[in-house]
């Protein structure tokens, strides 16, 4: 499966981004770590594939650093 299979469905995908953007500040501002984390993550993985689809390097690379942050995030509080 390529990339560019998927270009039709970038709005509905820029949508969940925010859905899951809203979600995850309204997790941050209760207090809730790991939910802020379940909800930042995908928000970034969804980023990250926008980016490329426009190549647009500022966007793609700066949701990589962020997504292996709350990778490692999930991964201390799992483990904690």
Do not use: D
Not at 16 to 44: D, E, H, K, R, Y
């Amino acid at each position: 499966m390529r990339l560019s299979t998927f270009a039709g469905h970038e709005q509905r995908l820029k949508w969940a981004a925010f859905l899951l953007g809203l979600l995850s500040t309204i997790s941050i501002v209760q207090g809730w770590q790991l939910a802020a984390m379940l909800f930042g993550l995908p928000f970034c993985l969804i980023w990250i594939y926008c980016g490329w689809l426009r190549t647009e390097p500022q966007l793609k690379y700066i949701n990589i650093i962020f997504a292996a942050l709350y990778i490692y995030g999930i991964g201390r509080y799992l483990i904690a």
